[in-house]
């Protein structure tokens, strides 16, 4: 039984979690997703480790907001850190998506990087799940971007 837990906040003015959980539905229908919802970034470590730990989950998928002051930056590096810690411990990925909230001042561009990147890293975390360690080594060194266009290689 594969069971995916999905890791979000109230603090996040977009529901990534909701396009994130269509696409592991498509994708991995004989998963069994758990979500669990967090006041906030911070929050997110510790929900990470129950759904890995004591639910069993195969990998964990987080969705932060980070506001656009600086306490809220240090407040993803904690996060970040942790949740670094967390796959070093267990062993078990946790893939973070995190849309920081000066990354575009237009909301609609804001939204749309948010709703791309939940996507993208959902469909990142299923081709891990699923088929291991070389799932993505066929997109190496191809410049994939989550939230915006790819970037592309340098030289093909
Ligand atoms: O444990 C309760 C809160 O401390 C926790 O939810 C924090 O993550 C809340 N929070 C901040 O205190 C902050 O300064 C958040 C941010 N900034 C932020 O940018 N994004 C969050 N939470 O999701
Ligand atoms: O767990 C999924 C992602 O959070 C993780 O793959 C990050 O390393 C992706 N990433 C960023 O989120 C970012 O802001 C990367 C960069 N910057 C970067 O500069 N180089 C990367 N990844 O390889």
């Known amino acids: 039984m594969i069971k995916i837990g999905v890791v979000d906040t109230t603090f996040s003015r977009v529901d990534m979690a909701k396009y994130a959980i269509e696409v592991i539905e498509e994708n991995l229908p004989e998963a069994e997703i758990i979500r669990y919802t967090v006041p906030g970034i911070k929050d997110i470590p510790v929900a990470a480790r129950k759904l890995l730990i004591d639910e069993g989950c195969n990998a964990v998928l987080t969705l932060g907001w980070v506001g656009p002051g600086q306490v809220d930056k240090y407040s993803y ?66 410049g994939l971007r989550q939230g915006r266009p790819d970037a592309g290689p340098i030289k093909e």
């Open 77 to 142: 590096l904690a996060m970040s850190v942790g949740l670094i810690m967390l796959q070093i411990m267990t062993g078990k990925h946790v893939i973070d998506v995190t849309v920081h909230e000066d990354e575009a001042s237009d909301p609609d561009e804001l939204y749309n990087i948010a709703v791309d990147r939940a996507r993208k890293h959902a469909l990142n975390l299923v081709m891990l799940v699923k088929y291991g360690r070389e799932a993505l080594t066929q997109y190496a060194g191809k």
